[in-house]
């Protein structure tokens, strides 16, 4: 979507797209569209606020009681893949490298029982790497220990694979019911740019064999258990990538992000979701506007920050307000490294440790790391910045190169997400004025963004 005549100021951002002029201003967090002479009126009149809201953690720390989600378990650094992009590849600045390290049964076993007790039902075990396949031994012993000694918990594993040296394991896949989140970035001319074995040779044709041959052995799994984790590296492959999953993929999409650029030492790689292409949101919209199915890929582009939308707070000018976007540390994920130290996520590196599988998490150092989120946020966001109650970056968002998190992090965030907030909020006032039905759907229920098949392979 294109954005002309672009007016940020304080409280308030206004610009024109190609469905007429809007305006988003913070005081009431209010999407208005009209005619650009009006808006300028309404802006002026914003900006002339003296308005500073900060940022609560009372909301988030209510959730210390809540039941822990998802456990990642880091079964292996060992990976058969050099893929051009990969954050652990040595092409970042302190990241971890792949290694020889694996998780011992021992290790998976404390952090299963720590885990398991605390956990929701129904609860997630998920397994990452590495390559994963290169420790199914262990993914066996962990599924099959965790349904004998808690059968009351309705427990679903996963992993994320490149689904390459799949080798003898197809029969453990199925007989276990493991959903799988398969790294495939689209058409074989785009994932064999980047997604290359350790050898030098491609790997798209190997792994569509592979997973046409698990459908043939157990029809219906591709549909009820695999989907696609994509990575687009270059902002033209996406329209590619977008047509090869809604016409030729096997496999759904579940997944579909950019480049990470913190760290990365040699910026070859671009972030095309700084800036979405103009066709695609067009497109998203025909579909809304026509009333018809919207393919998921198009969802997993679009939707999310609607969501976010229009479930925001209408509160006129609140004093404090909510970290939203950020979920209570090693709740909704636990991420248990090979050696059984404890991290926020997969995401986060070995950055912030809050805890190991000998003594369990730590408060103190869960605490501090939400009172430090909250400051940054502070300090980045209170003063001057117009998306501060529409932008909901987690704690990750503000992860430093050189360790822990910092505002010098969280401000590398920032010109993609006003980029990405300025497309959304063009595609939202569109479908507020054209079809204000499809945001009430995806309000109340979310559709296959929240299907629990789905939602097992985030």
């Excluded at 997969?346 to 869960?366: A, C, H, V, W, Y």
Aim: charged fraction near 25%.
């Amino acid at each position: 979507m294109k954005i002309e005549r672009l007016s940020q100021g304080r409280n308030s951002v206004l610009f024109d797209s190609p469905y007429g002029s809007v305006l988003y201003e913070k005081l009431s967090n209010t999407i208005h569209a009209g005619r650009r002479t009006e808006l300028e009126g309404l802006q002026s009149k914003t900006e002339g606020v003296d308005y500073h809201p900060i940022f609560e953690t009372e909301t988030l720390q209510g959730r210390k009681s809540d039941p822990l989600e998802g456990l990642i378990l880091n079964v292996t650094e060992r990976c058969n893949f050099s893929c051009n992009y990969c954050i652990y590849s040595g092409s970042y600045s302190n990241e971890r490298r792949n290694g020889a390290s694996t998780m011992s049964f021992e290790t998976a076993k404390e952090g299963i029982d720590l885990f398991m007790p605390r956990a929701a039902n129904p609860a997630l075990i998920s397994f990452y790497g590495g390559e994963p396949l290169n420790n199914m031994d262990l993914i066996k012993r962990v599924i099959d220990y965790t349904q004998e000694e808690y059968p009351s918990k309705q427990t679903s594993f996963s992993m994320t694979t490149n689904f390459y040296d799949v080798g003898g394991c197809f029969e453990d896949i199925i007989g276990r019911r493991i959903n799988l989140l398969v790294s495939l970035d689209g058409p074989r001319e785009i994932h064999d740019r980047n997604r290359v074995h350790q050898n030098g040779n491609p790997t798209w044709e190997r792994i569509m064999e592979n997973l046409f041959f698990l459908e043939r052995c157990s029809p219906g799994y591709l549909e009820g258990h695999v989907g696609a984790s994509v990575t687009c590296a270059r902002v033209e492959d996406l329209e590619r990538i977008v047509k090869f999953f809604m016409e030729e993929s096997p496999i759904r999409v579940s997944r579909i992000g950019g480049i990470e650029q913190k760290g990365l030492k040699n910026r070859t790689f671009e972030n095309p979701f700084s800036s979405v292409t103009s066709s695609l949101s067009s497109e998203f919209l025909d579909y809304v506007t026509r009333g018809e199915m919207v393919p998921d890929v198009y969802r997993l582009l679009f939707e999310q920050q609607l969501v976010l939308m229009t479930m925001r707070s209408k509160e006129k000018i609140p004093g404090m307000i909510k970290l939203a976007g950020t979920c209570y540390p090693g709740k909704r994920k636990l991420f248990v490294d090979t050696d059984g130290k404890f991290y926020m996520c997969e995401k986060f590196g070995r950055r912030m440790p809050i805890g190991d599988t000998n003594g369990g998490t730590s408060q103190i150092l869960i605490d501090d790391a939400i009172e430090e989120f909250a400051r940054i946020r502070n300090n980045v966001c209170t003063n001057d910045c117009w998306a501060q109650r529409i932008c909901s970056p987690c704690i990750q968002s503000a992860k430093d190169v050189n360790g822990g998190i910092s505002e010098e992090g969280l401000k590398e965030m920032c010109k993609s997400c006003k980029s990405n907030l300025l497309v959304s909020l063009g595609i939202y006032s569109r479908i507020s004025q054209l079809s204000e039905g499809y945001l009430n759907q995806i309000n109340m229920d979310q559709t296959q963004l929240n299907k629990p098949e789905v939602k097992t392979w985030i």
